[in-house]
């Protein structure tokens, strides 16, 4: 990838309100903090933008959309084609009883937060780092809730641009899985919680802040759960039984805290992390026979010379 290259993808692309960007490091804006850059980066104004933008480009040009990256594995190669992220014009909270309306940009967390305020549950979310269209994507969830059972709709926009309203039975959600294509990009989406009292609330979210803090690496330059956990199992006991607890290559390292987390301790590339993980799931495989899939999504292109663990 050239900044060359780069400049000449942004003059092909259409006129926006928002912000393209040639050669965008996205390293620092990822949990990792690693990887190259986007070949362009675009920061719509707004979903009318974004909408536009996905019509009018040429439609040879890879799209991706990345939410804070929490879950997600820049290569460090960096990523051809535009990558989308979410901004301001994405950060709307709208509450109606108990039924809460945000962004796909919105932070799990403020979700919470705006819900609280308002006297409305929606605990779980404050323990997941990521955005509402990571959520969406991921069907993310914790301590027994996931987004499937607390979504009513949601929006999304295909890759012609064309926005859908989604049921949550059109959604296809199960666990860490999203029916809908790949290529689509959710705007936003529609949550219901529970009325609750705010100082419960309150209680409960600081429970879940203060159980994360123990059992998960939540400071370090991580990407929450490496692998899904395979039906019957879970993937860390699996991780431990085959030695890879504290295991490291390069920068990378298993967790010490929880194994199903891969760490950056500071100089690690993105290939030092991936190749980590499919030595993981080498020993894995090796000791229980269990395959494990990856649950963080990887963009880029692969580096030379990784060896997948199994297919
Ligand atoms: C410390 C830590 C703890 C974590 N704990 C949990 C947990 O308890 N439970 C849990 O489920 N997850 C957990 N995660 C993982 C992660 O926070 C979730 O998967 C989250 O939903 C990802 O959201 P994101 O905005 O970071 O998405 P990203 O990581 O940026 O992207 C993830 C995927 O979603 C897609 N995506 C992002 N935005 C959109 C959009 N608008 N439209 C369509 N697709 C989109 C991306 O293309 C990518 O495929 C944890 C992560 C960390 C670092």
Redesign the pocket.
């Known amino acids: 990838m050239t900044a060359r290259r780069a400049q000449n993808l942004i003059e092909r692309l259409p006129p926006v309100r928002g912000r393209l960007t040639a050669e965008a490091p996205l390293a620092p804006v990822t949990?990792f903090r690693v990887g190259g850059p986007a070949e362009v980066l675009f920061r719509p104004a707004d979903a009318e933008d974004l909408a536009e933008f996905l019509a009018k480009r040429p439609a040879e040009v890879p799209v991706?959309?990345?939410?804070?990256?929490?879950?997600?594995l820049v290569r460090d190669d960096g990523v051809e084609g535009v990558v989308v992220r979410?901004g301001r014009g994405f950060a709307a909270i709208e509450i109606s009883g108990a039924r809460v309306t945000a962004g796909?940009g919105v932070l799990d967390l403020n979700v919470a937060i705006a819900a609280r305020a308002a006297g409305v549950g929606l605990e779980f979310l404050s323990?997941?780092?990521?955005?509402i269209?990571?959520?969406?994507?991921?069907n993310?969830?914790?301590y027994g809730r996931e987004i499937k059972d607390v979504l009513e709709s949601a929006v999304a926009l295909d890759n012609a641009g064309v926005r859908h309203a989604l049921s949550l039975a059109e959604m296809g959600l199960g666990y860490r899985h999203c029916g809908v294509p790949e290529d689509?990009?959710?705007v936003g989406a529609t949550l219901r919680g529970q009325a609750a009292d705010r100082d419960a609330i309150q209680r409960r979210m600081a429970e879940i802040q203060s159980e994360r803090e123990a059992s998960?690496p939540?400071r370090a330059r991580?990407?929450?759960?490496t692998f899904a956990n395979p039906p019957g199992h879970k993937a860390w006991e699996l991780i431990d039984a085959a030695g890879c607890r504290g295991l490291a290559r390069g920068g990378a390292m298993v967790s010490e805290k929880h194994t199903n987390f891969l760490i950056n301790t500071g100089p690690a590339t993105a290939a030092d992390i991936e190749g980590l993980g499919e030595e993981v799931r080498r020993r894995v495989f090796e000791k229980s026979g269990v395959r494990l899939e990856w649950e963080i999504?990887r963009i880029g292109r692969p580096a030379p010379g990784l060896k997948e663990a199994a297919p």
Request: aromatic share 8%; hydrophobic share 50%; proline share 3%.
């Open positions: 949990w991706t959309v990345i939410g804070v990256a929490s879950n997600l979410l796909a323990g997941i780092p990521g955005t269209g990571g959520a969406l994507r991921m993310a969830g914790a689509w990009i959710f998960q939540i991580t990407g929450g759960s999504r």
